[in-house]
């Protein structure tokens, strides 16, 4: 299951090079003056986005509020100069604002937003001041955008429309003043009954979106003076990511338009197609031909080139390297790998301005950095280093560079770098808050598991940490299973230790970060290698005098939670443990998430190869689960449904042991009500407090009205 968490472990490596990110006062711990709280996750601002005017004046970013009063969350577009200086708010309160993204003169700066009961549409402001203007008004969402290079045009791409928007279009029409269809007493209050999902696709749900039809994503292109929109890419496949070439003729982008079924397989190829085309994309050119994946498309400034990431294994999926190659644009040219020695998964792969290099952030031993390699191949080095996480970056055209940055000492913000390598933090979001709590910095640390490899793993002694003395400890396994912990703010562990505990994030044998190898060690072998890996880790915090060994918690969520299942099935040593949104129970989930393929690839059909489903189905090793354990899920995820936490939950119900579940209204796999996040936080310290600490906190918080 690739069931990625957005909640990461975080930790700090004690080194960092010539061209890590300073340390700022801010970030200092020694003047804080309180531990973290629950509510704390509610004052931490999310920055994220950053994108950079082409002259490199001005970069605009996003900022995220979760707001407990209005149980909701906000987005507002800001923008700031460079090399800093005061922020100016750019959007309006109350109506979030997503996507900025600049035209290539810096004039207009676009954005997607929904605004009243509308669509999510593109809005225009001008750099100069004044009210945003609705650009686009089209009948159903927009997903996605981008401007042309003579900031005339812009790409869009939209989902084929539903029968239900096609009506509501309608209506409207007849709603327009001059219509002869106008008719207010014609028109009926009734509540339209919903119409059925008539499946026939082999793929057909998914988390967010529910079950798939045949409406599929396609690239339109918009004048941006007579507001006409072109219709460039059709037919029965999802065409995205686009990207205009240089000189604003041609259209990059993604789509898997294998046959006779792209469900079956996960194949994705980069394609141009003419911007201008006007029947729809029946002339097509496709650049690369590789079975595995390729995708986030970029130009090199001239034109002849494409660089974008590729997995060359498409049986290994998820487990497989994500790698940077280049093609000819024409297409029809050898691809070149660029990364393959390196090893590493990589993303956004950009050329610099003079293109010479290509840009790209890579997953590498728990931190994620901004790398840079030569176009023709060559030594890899890294503008942005250490132990932190590069979440997004832009490249101006001038060669000034912003990044979305965070630390274990820091959320996001925005830092720039400049031609000559400096870095400077140009937003200063979430200071007023660090400043007043007290912080944890993690450990790096490394072990050797069972069989002698050698795992790393971040941990975290408890806030007030005296050397010596054993603490509670709680081990948190985290999603993916291809992911990881990296070197990010995270507040669940920093709560966690203000509670006195420590903390065990480890990246066991599925992670990525270390090497192909290292990931698809665990592949058709759920719960084996990274059990003993994650338990390695329970060891070394014992042996080191951290861990009490008779006090010890475990839990997770997604992958994590099925690595839950997976160790209290199999170990007695933990005295609670909580499994959010997992499974043990996986041919009940066949046909049922989102993961049909990956089941048919990794597993086999369940009944075509039993041996190998019922080895990783700890749900078959119940009866000797004796942890009190607290099940928690989304009611409408499709990632992970609440039936793998029903079957847990009521498996051990039947056998009489403690447990509890907990269902939580109108949320999928990522949580997003901000009252819901509030519950889960206070839920977690309440069971591991009663259970793990046995210190007559009762086993659940009392209940709100």
Known sequence: MRLRPMILAVFVLAFMSCFSLPRTKAQEPAGASRATTVD?????????????????????????????????????????PLPGGDAVV????????????????????????????????????????????QLTETIQDVDDFAWSPDSKRIALVLQDPSPEELEEAKEKEKEKPG???????AKSTKPK???????????????????????????????????????VTSGDFDDNQPAWSPDGKLLAFTSNRSTPDPDRTYNSDVWVVAADNKDKGAHLTQVTTNPGEDAEPSWSPDGKWITYVTKLDPKLFEYGTQLVAISPASGGGPAKVLTQS????????????????????????????????????????????????????????SGELAAQVTSPERPNEIFTVSGSGAITRITHVNDAFMAKIKLVTPDYVKFKSKDGTMVAGYLYKPLDYVAGKKYPTLLHPHGGPVGAYYGNFDHFSQLMAANGYTVLEPNPRGSSGYGENFCKAI?????????????????????????????????????????????????????????????????????????????????????????????????????????????MGGEIDWNVPIIGSEQMYEAMKSLGRETELVVYPGEFH??????????????????????????????RPPEKN
């Open 342 to 397: 390196f090893d590493r998964m990589s993303r956004w792969p950009r050329f610099s301005p003079d293109g010479q290099y290509i840009y790209f952030t890579a997953d590498d031993d728990g931190a994620v950095n901004l790398c840079r390699i030569p176009a023709t191949g060559g030594e890899i080095t890294r503008p942005i280093s250490g132990h932190v996480v590069v979440w997004s970056y832009t490249i101006a055209q």
């Open 90 to 133: 750019m959007t309006a309160p109350k109506e979030s604002s997503s996507h900025p993204r600049w035209s290539a003169d810096g004039k207009y700066l676009a954005f997607l937003s929904k605004r009243g009961e509308g669509k999510t549409q593109v809005w225009l402001l001008n750099r100069m001041g004044g009210e945003a203007q």
């Open 40 to 80: 704390d996750v509610f004052e931490i601002r999310d920055v994220q986005d950053p994108q950079i005017t082409a002259d490199g004046k001005w970069v605009a970013y996003t900022v995220s509020t979760m707001s407990l009063k209005e149980d909701k969350t906000e987005t507002r577009i800001w923008m700031a």
């Open 523 to 631: 592949y058709a072998d759920w719960g084996n290698k990274d059990f003993q890996d994650d338990m390695a880790m329970v060891d070394y915090a014992v042996a080191q005098g951290i861990a009490d060994p008779e006090k010890l918690g475990v839990g997770g969520w997604s992958y994590g939670a099925i690595s839950t299942d997976f160790i209290i099935a199999q170990s007695a040593r933990f005295k609670a443990a909580i499994s959010g949104a997992g499974s043990s129970f996986f041919a009940a989930l066949y046909g049922h998430d989102q993961y049909i393929l990956d089941y048919d690839t990794e597993l086999g059909q369940p009944w075509a190869n039993r041996t190998v489903w019922d080895k990783i189905s700890f749900f078959y090793k119940v009866d000797k689960i004796t942890t009190p354990t607290l099940f």
């Open 193 to 231: 009954t919903a119409r059925p999902h008539v499946i026939d696709r082999y793929r057909f749900k998914t988390d967010m979106v529910g079950y798939l039809d045949h409406r599929r994503t396609h690239l339109y292109v918009m004048d941006i003076a007579t507001r006409h929109l072109t219709q």
């Open 179 to 185: 219509s002869e269809e106008k008719d207010k007493d």
């Open 670 to 699: 990522r949580f997003k009500t901000p009252s819901h996040i509030k519950d889960r936080l206070e839920r977690d310290l309440a069971w591991y407090a009663h259970y793990v600490k046995k210190d007559g906190t009762p086993a």
